[in-house]
């Protein structure tokens, strides 16, 4: 069983950074994007930032000049450098790997990690 495995999370003052990791405990083939995902207390998780393996990238608007995602994709491990942080990034950040097909999307899952900022 593949397994993602993240790590970096923390709890940080509000302006700080962190830096999270995710790799895969087993090779990956055929992975076409990696990414961060995060949920809140009470909110829908939603996307914060991927790495596709053309090399683009997508940022959730809220993130945009405060996190870089970046990685090696047929590596399978993907980072996500956090500055600037504020309380209304606190939530669980998982990691994932997605696999690409006609009519269809496969999932990878890490466990998630606890990001916390707070004074």
């Known amino acids: 069983q593949v397994q993602l495995v993240e790590s970096g999370g923390g709890l940080v003052q509000p302006g700080g950074s962190l830096r999270l990791s995710c790799a895969a405990s087993?090779?990956?083939?055929?992975?076409?994007?990696m990414g961060w995902y995060r949920q809140a207390p009470g909110k829908q998780r939603e996307l914060v930032a991927r790495?596709?393996?053309?090399?683009?990238?997508d940022y959730a608007d809220s993130v945009k000049g405060r996190f870089t995602i970046s990685g090696d994709i047929a590596k399978n491990t993907v980072s996500l450098q956090m500055n600037s942080l504020r309380p209304d990034d606190t939530a669980v950040y998982y990691c994932?790997?997605?696999?690409?097909?006609?009519?269809?999307?496969?999932?990878?899952w890490g466990e998630g990690t606890q990001v916390t900022v707070s004074s």
């Open positions: 087993r090779s990956i083939i055929n992975v076409n994007a």
């Open positions: 994932y790997a997605a696999l690409w097909a006609p009519g269809d999307t496969s999932f990878y």
């Open positions: 790495l596709i393996s053309s090399g683009n990238t």
